[in-house]
């Protein structure tokens, strides 16, 4: 069996359930040792780890509350720490921007509180942690932000989570002219309603998953290895000269009227 990613260390933060546990083993089977981040659920964290380590892979969880003003700065003492002990050194080679929040709240309903929280996990947390793991990457690495449909097509019922998603795919590409110079690709997965616990609203009420499958080219609800198999793409050799770009995969989310 091919491991692409033999030899190379991964971060993916949010990975203990849904679209990053997907993402973790992924990595994980194409050979990377992954630290599966947490933000406050370690049991399913603890569980991700295991699944890998059945499966033959790597892993070791780490735990951080990146709304915390100091959540980046916690995740990567424990990266740093993690690392040293298990490869004598800091630098690994692949961050994975997973770790979201998405409360479904109109918005009338949005307070400040609500705003805050998004900002800071799914748009501030991003900007500095990639910016301390671009301390560590190795030149040739790779950075893949998590982006939604969204961008596109915004959630009424979701507003805050909408337009806070938006700066990703601007951040993406300026980080490609950045990191460009060190072969360091950056690139953006833009999932639509995929079956996880975040989006169980859209895709496990009956009667709303048909109506999502309507706006759809392929008629069923994506599951959260489909955005893992293109992280997987996206991660390995094969995507040497691909950055900067947004990577839709929603099943044709409404790309006809």
């Known amino acids: 069996m091919s491991r692409p990613l033999e030899g190379k260390i991964a971060l993916v933060t949010g990975a203990s359930r ?13 050979g990377a040792l992954v630290a599966v981040h947490y933000g406050r659920n370690q049991s399913a964290a603890t569980e991700t780890v295991a699944a890998i380590t059945a499966a033959g892979g790597s892993a070791f969880a780490i735990g ?26 800091t630098q690994f080679d692949i961050l994975v921007n997973n770790a979201a929040v998405a409360p479904f709240v109109n918005f009338e309903g949005t307070t400040e509180e609500v705003l805050d929280e998004i900002y800071a996990v799914n748009v501030k947390s991003v900007f500095f942690a990639t910016q301390e793991a671009s301390k560590r990457l190795r ?19 979701a ?23 060190r072969s360091i690709t950056v690139n953006a997965v833009a999932p639509g309603v995929i079956d996880t616990d975040m989006a169980a609203a859209l895709a496990r009420d009956p009667q709303t998953a048909e109506y999502v499958k309507t706006k759809q080219s392929l ?3 994506g599951q959260p290895e489909d955005v893992g198999d293109v992280v997987g793409f996206l991660a390995s050799p094969e995507a040497r000269w691909v950055t900067g770009q947004v990577i839709e995969v929603s099943g044709g989310t409404v790309v006809t009227f």
């Open 159 to 181: 507003v805050a989570y909408s337009i806070l998603k938006a700066p990703i795919d601007n951040l993406t590409q300026v980080l490609s002219t950045v990191l460009g110079a």
């Open 139 to 157: 030149d040739g690495g790779r950075v893949i932000n998590l982006s939604s449909v969204v961008v596109r097509m915004p959630v009424v019922d």
């Open 18 to 30: 849904g679209i990053g546990r997907a993402i973790a083993q992924r990595l994980a089977a194409d």
């Open 219 to 221: 008629k069923r609800i």
């Open 64 to 89: 951080s509350d990146l709304a915390a003003k100091n959540g980046v700065k916690v995740l990567f003492s424990a990266l740093d720490e993690e690392l040293k002990a298990r490869t004598g050194a």
